[in-house]
């Protein structure tokens, strides 16, 4: 009895220790992710959203943090989504698996997953829709649509508030508003599914950076915008202001995975008598949403018009149900650019915005792009989070960054962002008070003259003495038209 109990102790270990490549169901999944925690209880913490599914199935998201369950300032969160589409099932399995790696290599004391999980708060949402996944799985999984969309038969990726309509509006008013935009909604095209609300309330509660939804069908990464701006409905390039942040990003999975970038592979919907289906090889493994297609009320441009968030869309493999003999392979064909792709929370700068009174939370910051001879505004700004810090994803190049509260004056500074980063830039702001002073230039919100002479972090604070100066000149003004 003894040795029996400890043969069926020390089996239960092993198989508690491996992790199995294999299509798992929507009671399994949450199993696993418990099996992941038991291994490593100190770094992950297990929640459901705020809403399960329409067949009342929990969406769970398993986060690995150096403290699970708490925002720290200069700690980027990122996360990942699978199974949007419910019989695009690869991204629900590669995310398991990279849980389940996470926590091994964490334990293994692998020193990059270690730094990674260290310096990043990371949150894996295998699935989002356990609906679709079920009628797919029950039905064979071999149907290009049946399982896609949710119990509602709604498409899960239509489903988001259309915010692409209002920038694209303020963009042909000449007004530069690109970010938090969900205030600016006047109506809705359709009602919000559960599956959305839960993911909405999800990604408007926590301060995300960076971000990846997986799905399948073709092999590229898909950055913003998805919506054409004229309502092309393909092959019209719909660039957001931060087009070169997102090829970076795109770019960055496509070419850490095995085959995404390859110019000589084969396209995923290529036949002999067809040569006019893309190939996303043969252009680096990236495209643009609406360079490809043009869809409305996507989850990817929601992100970054509603929060401090880039997400791009990853369709990882021609085979949306792709068998399980398969899984492991493609896990493989994975795993360096799941990784990856996660470090690039850390481009950029970051910092806290603060004044003699504590953090600022939702100050402004905003960037001019200073690099070669003209200086360009990056017209999209992101904003602080409760800590009053922020996370401004960047290329490499020379920028300045403002930060600008109600009541303060604005201070800016140059920044060099490097190539090749593994921790952003800090770049704190101490703002001033106006304390009594007429705050009438507030306003102004920018005195306009980038000099693309300033480099590397040259202090350019000097907006206050600006301030000071444009004052007293309409304070002289002033008085001459008096006398
Ligand atoms: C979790 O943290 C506790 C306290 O620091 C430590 O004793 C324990 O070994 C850790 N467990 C694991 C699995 O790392
Ligand atoms: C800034 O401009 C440079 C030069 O045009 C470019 O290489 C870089 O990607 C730009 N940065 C961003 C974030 O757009
Ligand atoms: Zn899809």
Known sequence: ???????????????????????????????????????????????????????NVPLYVIEFAQVPGFHRPYIPEAKYIGNIHGNEVLGRELLLGLAHYLCDQYRKNDPEIKALITNTRIHLLPSMNPDGWQLATDTGGKDYLIGRTNNHEVDLNRNFPDLDAITFDFERQGLSHNNHLLKDLTQLSAPLEPETRAVMRWIMSTPFVLS????????????PYDESKTGASAAEYSASPDDETFKELAM??????????????????????DDVSYNFGKQGGV????????????????????????????????????????????????????????????IGVKGVVSDSKGFIPNAIISVVNCTGSVTKPIRHDVTTGPYGDYYRLLTPGQYEITATHTGHFQASRMVSVPKNQKSAIILDFRLEEFQGKTNWLQDLSSFGVYSPSLRNSQPRIYKRSLYEKVAETMLENKEIVKQ
């Open 287 to 346: 495209t643009n949403g609406a360079a490809w297609y043009s869809l409305k009320g996507g989850m990817q441009d929601f992100n970054y018009l509603a929060t401090n968030a880039f997400e791009i869309t990853l369709e990882l493999g021609c085979e949306k149900y792709p068998s399980a003999e398969l899984l492991e392979t493609e896990w493989n064909r994975n795993r360096e650019a799941l990784v990856e792709y996660l470090w690039k929370a850390h």
């Open 212 to 223: 990846a939804a997986i799905h399948g069908g073709d092999l590229v990464a898909n950055y």
């Open 252 to 273: 960055t999975y496509a070419l850490a995975h095995a085959d995404m970038a390859s110019p000589t592979r084969r396209g995923c919907h290529t036949t002999s008598s």
């Open 1 to 55: 009895m003894a040795l029996y109990s400890f043969v069926c102790f020390s089996l239960l270990l092993t198989v508690s220790a491996e992790f199995q490549w294999k299509h798992h169901n929507n009671e399994e999944l949450p199993l696993v992710l418990q099996e992941v925690h038991n291994n490593c209880p100190n770094i992950t913490r297990i929640y459901a959203l705020s809403e399960p599914s329409v067949c």
